[in-house]
Every structure is written in structure tokens, then in C-alpha cells.
């Protein structure tokens, strides 16, 4: 495609849920990004991926977290039973290059997450 | 660890005036400078971004940002802000897991 491209656009679910979050990155790029923008923050990193390499996973917030990335491409999200501080919008980005080298970050429209 | 401070939570500017706004970072070494514009309903844009070299980075839609390492700034500038600008505003430094400001929102009045 043309973008980064993630759903849903738009996820309720009920506190104590599993959620999943997909991300469709950019065809070509190997690097692929998660962060979490709640009400009135900045972005908050989450976890990174480049190639094949093991993710980097510092900025997951607690165990209930996690991420993958089938063949290079498409990520998911995922969040187990799910608390009301939870509720953000999670925004994906990838890049051409990573592993050290700096490239841009192409956003993906973010997924709104409530949890009630 | 780097950090980024946004000190203006929200800006109102004319149409037609002037806009800087402020963007402070810590960092450990040389940092990767950016600045992205969020419109409402929209992702990210990047606006433009500083690696090394002239410390005056010209960026899309008329924006330029200046890296100053003695003041840890990079404060974005525009000469003459158009209603379309209204959005919000992020600086953001680092490589591999960038650390994001607040962000700054930015109002144009008619």
C-alpha cells in the first residue's frame, strides 16, 4: 500500500479483555515501530523491530504487552486483559532503514482504544 | 536517558504572524532531531528532521528549525503561519526508540 495502514481504526472492549492491535507497514521497510499516545501526552515508545533481529522491548509497560512481527512485515499488538489506563490511541510507524542507521518514520493513522 | 520538553502546551497565533515554537531535549550524545505535525484525524507527518551538518534544517510547508547544542534546543519557526497549520506539534529526539515531547497545540485565529 501506499501508507502505514493499521486496524482497527476504532476498538471498546471491557476491562480484563484481550486485545489485538495489527499494523501494515510500509512494503519495503524493515523497520517497524509501536507507541502509545494517551489524552494530552506526547508519544510514548513501545517496542521496535528491525529485520529479523530480537525486538527491542524496553518501552512495553508492563508484561501484559506484547508484540510480534510475522516475516518482516505485518505487526500485532497485542494486550492482555486490559485496564482502563490502557484506553490511548497506539500509533505504528516503519522506516527504510534501521540497526543504527536514522531513517524517517512514516506514521500509520493510529488505533483508538477504549476500555471500559 | 533522553527526553524532550515542550514548554508550551498551547499556542494562539494570527493568521499571517510569525510562530517559534520551543523544543528542549537531553540527550547523551549527538542527537537525531525531528519535528512531526499531527492534523486532527490524521498520523503523523514528519516536518523535518536534523542528523549533523548545518544547524539550520529547512523543512515541508514552509517550517525550518534551528539546533542550538549550547541552549539543547531546536525550536521551530515559521515567518508567516497559514490557517492550515492549526495542529498539533512534536519534537522528538533519538535513534532507534525516539522519546516523543508533549506536544504543542497550535490555534490560528482569522
Known amino acids: 500500500g501506499a501508507g502505514v495502514s493499521q486496524s482497527p481504526s476504532n476498538k471498546v472492549t471491557e476491562k480484563g479483555k484481550d486485545v489485538e492491535l495489527r499494523c501494515d507497514p510500509i512494503?519495503?521497510?524493515?523497520?517497524l515501530y509501536w507507541y502509545r499516545q494517551s489524552l494530552g501526552q506526547g508519544l510514548e515508545f513501545l517496542i521496535y523491530?528491525?529485520?529479523?533481529?530480537?525486538?527491542?522491548k524496553s518501552g512495553l509497560p508492563s508484561d501484559r504487552f506484547s508484540a510480534e512481527r510475522t516475516g518482516g512485515s505485518v505487526s500485532t499488538l497485542t494486550i492482555q486483559r486490559t485496564q482502563q489506563e490502557d484506553s490511548a490511541v497506539y500509533l505504528c510507524a516503519s522506516s527504510l532503514r534501521g540497526g543504527g542507521q536514522v531513517g524517517t518514520q512514516y506514521f500509520g493513522p493510529g488505533t483508538r482504544l477504549l476500555v471500559l | 536517558a533522553q527526553s524532550v520538553t515542550q514548554p508550551d502546551i498551547h499556542i494562539t497565533v494570527s493568521e499571517g504572524a510569525s510562530l517559534e515554537l520551543r523544543c528542549n531535549y537531553s540527550?547523551?550524545?549527538?542527537?537525531?532531531l525531528f519535528w512531526y505535525v499531527q492534523s486532527p484525524g490524521q498520523g503523523l507527518q514528519l516536518l523535518l528532521k536534523y542528523f549533523s551538518g548545518d544547524t539550520l534544517v529547512q523543512g515541508i510547508k514552509g517550517f525550518e528549525a534551528e539546533f542550538k547544542r549550547s541552549q539543547s534546543s531546536f525550536n521551530l519557526r515559521k515567518p508567516s503561519v497559514h490557517w492550515s497549520d492549526a495542529a498539533e506539534y512534536f519534537c522528538?529526539?533519538?535513534?532507534?526508540?525516539?522519546?516523543f515531547g508533549a506536544g504543542t497545540r497550535l490555534t490560528v485565529k482569522p
Open positions: 523491530f528491525q529485520g529479523n533481529s530480537a525486538p527491542d
Open positions: 540527550y547523551g550524545a549527538t542527537p537525531y
Open positions: 512494503s519495503g521497510h524493515t523497520a
Open positions: 522528538a529526539v533519538g535513534a532507534l526508540d525516539m522519546r
